[in-house]
């Protein structure tokens, strides 16, 4: 019972932080933009850059969850490779103004960890999904396997670098759209382009 209010008030902060961002609300605005008394805050968690590390963690392990199930609508490494893509879309659409500048500058454990979840989680995941499609010819042969893998996470990285693509003049969905997936396309073979052409369509 605990555990799950612990799990509804995480989601709750997620869609506080989309919201306002992580650090417009002071400690105590946040206490009660989250409808909880102090002293329950308290209970789970230290102070707010807790509260933003937990959160931190719930969210990096919804994503998990979520490539589990896309993985199971979808049978073939390019449409999990697309569907998993398109999933990373999705979340840096969600993200806020400069957010994740915020967490990187003031809740260093935090941005760590969401590193450390691309570096180690995400890497794994895209590169063997990129060697599967080589595999089954729904990628190209010639490829790099491992370089590949390099670029399409520095593409992430770009998407999310406020010094080349300010986000008041750009939008990350908007660069994301304009590299990865074009990118993706010259990846595939045209029996991977015929399997995921509808994908493309709407994006």
């Given at each position: 019972m605990l555990q799950t209010f612990k799990s509804n008030l995480l989601k709750e902060a997620q869609l506080v932080f989309a919201r306002y961002g992580v650090n417009r609300l002071s400690e105590s605005e946040l206490i009660e933009a989250l409808h909880v008394a102090p002293a329950t805050f308290y209970g789970?968690?230290?102070?707010?850059?807790d509260l933003v590390v937990q959160a931190m963690a719930y969210d990096l392990e919804r994503q998990?969850?979520?490539?589990?199930?896309l993985f199971a609508n979808f049978s073939t490494p390019i449409e999990r490779l697309l569907a998993v893509c398109t999933h990373g879309y999705n979340e840096i659409s969600k993200v806020t103004g400069n957010s994740l500048l915020e967490i990187q500058h003031l809740h260093p454990k935090a941005w760590n960890m969401m590193q450390d979840h691309l570096k180690n989680y995400g890497f794994l995941m895209i590169r063997d999904l990129i060697q599967e499609g080589v595999?089954?010819?729904?990628?190209?042969?010639?490829i790099d396997i491992g370089l590949v893998t390099k670029i399409l996470m520095e593409m992430l990285n770009m998407?999310?670098?406020h010094d080349l693509f300010p986000p008041d003049q750009?939008?990350?969905a908007e660069v994301m759209r304009s590299g990865f997936f074009y990118y993706m396309r010259g990846?595939?073979?045209d029996s991977g382009l015929r399997?995921?052409?509808s994908h493309f369509?709407?994006?």
């Open positions: 789970m968690f230290r102070d707010k850059n998990k969850q979520e490539h589990q199930e595999l089954h010819q729904q990628l190209r042969h010639d998407a999310l670098n750009y939008s990350r990846l595939c073979t399997l995921v052409s369509a709407k994006l």
